[in-house]
């Protein structure tokens, strides 16, 4: 069987798409999956399965949500390996200047195009730094500018949808997923 992080989108942010995490467990179990667990209430499922294409694992979940609480949300499915290749290719040294910087990982739709990646980086400054691997976008900011940082929609400038996390839960998330 292989193990899985599933990153739903937008779920129990803000007091939209609240779905209780012991509801979504069940729902991930009525589909066969093994050793489903969850982490934290925003929508971060670890689960086994003997599915291999991350595409219909997606698109069962999506389907899932939408049949049992009315909700269209984005689902990334996830092996530990692809987490934690993620994780090791994050330039921002979280762990190291942790004290000082707040960082996270933004797992895309797909690869944004030069164009759109371009438009983003041009949107870095005093406050932000931006770099990408592959589907993941890493952003970093100064603890300092956390409340007072421009809002930026990224995934408008870069034309592709996506789900963030920080450092810690993408750390938590590999050891849970390990």
Same mark, same amino acid.
């Given at each position: 069987m292989i193990k899985y992080v599933a990153l739903i989108r937008a779920l129990n942010v803000g007091g939209t798409s609240v779905i209780k995490m012991a509801d979504l467990k069940k729902m991930f179990e009525s589909f066969g999956l093994a050793e489903v667990s969850t982490y934290i209430q925003s929508g971060n499922v670890i689960f086994k399965s003997k599915e291999s294409s991350q595409e219909k694992l997606t698109a069962k979940i999506e389907k899932g949500i939408k049949a049992s609480w009315g909700k269209e949300l984005r689902v990334f499915v996830l092996t530990a390996a692809q987490l934690q290749k993620a994780a090791d290719h994050n330039p921002f040294q979280p762990d190291a200047d942790d004290k000082d910087r707040i960082s996270h990982l933004m797992f895309l739709s797909e690869k944004p195009d030069a164009g759109h990646q371009k438009a983003l980086m041009e949107q870095q400054g /005093?406050?932000? /730094?931006?770099?990408?691997?592959? /589907?993941?976008f890493y952003l970093s900011y100064s603890r300092e500018s956390a409340g007072k940082r421009r809002n930026l929609n990224f995934e408008k400038i870069l034309g592709v949808y996506g789900t963030a996390r920080t450092w810690k839960v993408v750390d938590s998330l590999i050891e849970l997923g390990g």
């Open positions: /005093k406050e932000y /730094k931006f770099a990408f691997w592959e /589907k993941v």
